[in-house]
């Protein structure tokens, strides 16, 4: 299904290769991000979270890297799978409040 | 676990009908999220319920549109009328306090299309 964006920047890696996906925030004041997966036609998939008194928070074959000073959030996908072609974007949330602002996304395109 | 459950998956409907939406959150979460997300706009809020209570509803386009939690295990967007320009995937998130921000875990939407 359709995300965001007619021109969503896209992201084309090899199966097996390693994916990085990049996010810039908004907020210097944001405390908490996530990073969520959106397949066609699906719903946003939450995939990783991390707070800003860490730099770094490893799951499962996800990374996320958060650079404060330049306000700046990555999602490492190792192995990358054909199953992780989506659209993948990110949402900062300021002081434990309700809202979230969500980045335009980036349209992962994994290569057989 | 079940996840946030939306009914129906898919609507098409002439302009000037009435739409109703619906949403199950997970169970236990007391805050529910209606959003609404186009390829233009992307992911936009409508309205914030927390406890059953409206919160926040300044994202509601217009009149036309309302949203109603009766209990905690239920909520409905309506729209009355409908108009073409309200074409779009709406998701229903739900989330509980985690201790400074809240993760949000969004249904699988509803794909709106009015004629």
């Known amino acids: 299904g359709e995300s965001v964006g007619l021109h969503l920047p896209t992201l084309s890696v090899q199966e097996g290769d390693n994916s990085i996906i990049n996010c810039a925030y908004s907020?210097?004041?944001?405390?908490?991000f996530i990073w969520y997966k959106q397949e066609s036609g699906k719903g946003p998939q939450f995939i990783i979270d991390?707070?800003?008194?860490?730099d770094k928070r490893q799951g499962q074959r996800v990374t996320v890297l958060l650079n404060k000073t330049v306000k700046h959030l990555s999602l490492q996908i190792a192995a990358t799978q054909p199953g992780d072609s989506a659209v993948y974007f990110c949402?900062?949330?300021?002081?434990?409040?309700?809202?979230?602002?969500f980045g335009t996304g980036t349209r992962l395109k994994v290569l057989a | 676990d079940a996840g946030v459950i939306q009914s129906p998956r898919h609507e098409v409907t002439e302009m000037g009908q009435e739409v109703t939406l619906r949403c199950k959150p997970i169970?236990?979460?007391?805050?529910l999220f209606w959003y609404r997300q186009t390829m233009m706009r992307g992911l936009e809020l409508l309205i914030y319920?927390?406890?059953?209570?409206?919160?926040?509803d300044s994202g509601m386009p217009e009149d036309r549109f309302s949203a109603k939690m009766p209990n905690a295990s239920f909520s409905t967007l309506k729209i009355q009328p409908s108009e073409p320009r309200d074409s779009a995937v709406y998701f229903c998130?739900?989330?509980?306090?985690?201790?400074?921000?809240?993760?949000?875990?969004f249904g699988p939407g509803t794909r709106l299309l009015v004629l």
């Open positions: 949402a900062e949330n300021m002081g434990g409040t309700y809202k979230y602002i």
């Open positions: 319920f927390n406890n059953n209570v409206p919160i926040d």
């Open positions: 169970s236990g979460h007391n805050s």
């Open positions: 991390i707070r800003s008194n860490m």
């Open positions: 998130a739900s989330s509980r306090p985690t201790g400074g921000g809240e993760t949000q875990y």
């Open positions: 907020n210097s004041a944001s405390d908490y």
